[in-house]
C-alpha cells in the first residue's frame, strides 16, 4: 500500500527539518511526501529543494489558510491512504508508517488513528501532555470524543467519496472532517495502540481563553452540521475530555 503524507508549510524554516527527516527514516519505503507551502518568505522553500529527491512532490504559492493548503495536497496525492503530519511535527518512530500499513491490512478498515504526544519546541521527548487512544465506538462522538487528528489516516477512496476539509470551519475543519467521515457516514475506524506522532506545544486553538471561546462555538456548529445529538452539551465536554491526557503518563 502506498501512504501519502501531507505536510502544509508557511515560514516553517524552525522545524521543517525535522519533520522531513521523520518521514525519511521510515522503515517502510512506499511513501509519496507531498510538501504544500504558502509561499513562505523565509527559508522554508530552501530546506524543500534541500530535500527535492526525498519530496515526491510539492508547491509553493499563495493559498487561503492551512485547511485550503491540505486540501490541494490530497488533490495531489496517487497514495492508497493518505495523513497529515504537520511541519513542525514528527513521526514518533522509525515503524510508524509499517505499523500503519500493517493495521490497514489486518483489519480491513477505512481508517485508522494513534496515540499523540504534545512535547516541548526544544524537546521532543520532553512530553507536556498524552492523548492516549481507546478502541473505536462511533457512539462516544455524543460525549465529546473525538480520535487525535494528527495521527489520523485514512483511505484515499473515501477521501474521494466524502470531500476534502470545510475550512470555513476555521480550527474546527479537522474535528469536522472527522466527524463527518466517522459518525455522519459511518466510515469504519481502528485504533492503533502505540505513539504515531510527537507534536510541538503551540497550537492555533489554544493560545487564550477568547480563541478557545471561538474553537468551542466552531466545534458546535460542526457538531450541528453531522447531526450529533445536544451539540450545545457536546461542545462544552469535548474540552473537557482533554483534562485527562495531562496526567496519563506514556510508557
Not at 524554516?13 to 518568505?41: A, P, W
Not at 487561503?64 to 511541519?87: P, Q, R
Amino acid at each position: 500500500m502506498k501512504v501519502s503524507i501531507i505536510t502544509v508549510t508557511f515560514n516553517s524554516s524552525r522545524f521543517l527539518e525535522d519533520c522531513i527527516k521523520s518521514v525519511i527514516m521510515q522503515d517502510y519505503d512506499n511513501i509519496e511526501h507531498i510538501v504544500v507551502d504558502g509561499k513562505s518568505t523565509d527559508g522554508t522553500v530552501a530546506i524543500i529543494e534541500k530535500y527535492n529527491n526525498n519530496i515526491a512532490k510539492w508547491v509553493s504559492e499563495r493559498d487561503f489558510g492551512m485547511y485550503d493548503a491540505i486540501n490541494k495536497g490530497m488533490a495531489m496525492a496517487t497514495g492508497d491512504i493518505i495523513g497529515i503530519l504537520n511541519s513542525d511535527d514528527i513521526l514518533a518512530s522509525t515503524d510508524v508508517m509499517s505499523s500503519i500499513v500493517n493495521a490497514f491490512q489486518q483489519n480491513n478498515v477505512e481508517s485508522i488513528f494513534g496515540d499523540l504526544a504534545y512535547v516541548e519546541q526544544m524537546d521532543t521527548q520532553k512530553i507536556h501532555r498524552f492523548w492516549k487512544g481507546d478502541v473505536y465506538k462511533r457512539s462516544r462522538f455524543k460525549f465529546g470524543w473525538m480520535p487525535a487528528h494528527p495521527t489520523f489516516y485514512v483511505k484515499r477512496s473515501v477521501v474521494e467519496k466524502f470531500g476534502g476539509y470545510e475550512s470555513h470551519f476555521y480550527t474546527a475543519a479537522d474535528y469536522e472532517f472527522m466527524a463527518r467521515y466517522l459518525f455522519k457516514n459511518h466510515v469504519s475506524a481502528h485504533y492503533l495502540p502505540k505513539l504515531l506522532v510527537r507534536m510541538r506545544i503551540g497550537g492555533m486553538s489554544n493560545n487564550n481563553l477568547k480563541s478557545r471561546f471561538r474553537a468551542n462555538r466552531r466545534d458546535y456548529l460542526a457538531m450541528k452540521k453531522n447531526k450529533i445529538p445536544l451539540p450545545f452539551i457536546v461542545s462544552i465536554l469535548k474540552p473537557l475530555r482533554k483534562l485527562p491526557q495531562y496526567f496519563k503518563k506514556y510508557s
